[in-house]
């Protein structure tokens, strides 16, 4: 059973940043699509970033985009989610996620592995 482990959040002023990272616990699970999702208690959860398995397709929420980046290494089977010029708003608890079955075209949707999340916390 591979578990997706977060880690990286934390609490940061307005303006800052944060690197969020996500390790798979089996080194031999290398799903296509990986991605990054956030919600806060009083909102359904968002998509934030996604990526294909070799790093070359991206997508982001458009109100991310310009200021987080993610990112694999696949060598070590890592995303990562460089957040910069933070705001109050993008305070979430943040999900990796992973679709075992996709091999192509990832999306927002359709992932059936979650980590625990982390939580980020902007202050203004």
């Known amino acids: 059973h591979v578990q997706l482990v ?7 002023q307005a303006g800052g940043s944060l690197r969020l990272s996500c390790t798979p616990s ?12 956030r919600q806060v208690p009083w909102k ?5 970033a996604v990526i294909d398995s070799d790093g070359t397709r991206t997508s982001y929420a458009d109100s991310v985009k310009g200021r987080f980046t993610i990112s694999r290494d696949n060598g070590k089977n ?11 708003e993008d305070t979430a608890m943040y999900y990796c996620a992973a679709d075992s ?21 902007v202050s203004s």
């Open 6 to 12: 977060e880690s990286g959040g934390g609490s940061v």
């Open 26 to 37: 089996s080194y031999t699970y290398s799903p296509y699509c990986m991605g990054w999702f």
């Open 44 to 48: 359904e959860r968002e998509g934030v």
């Open 78 to 88: 890592h995303v990562y989610l460089q957040m910069n010029s933070l705001k109050p």
């Open 101 to 121: 079955w996709r091999s192509s075209s990832c999306g927002f949707s359709g992932y059936d592995k979650w980590g625990q999340g982390t939580q980020v916390t």
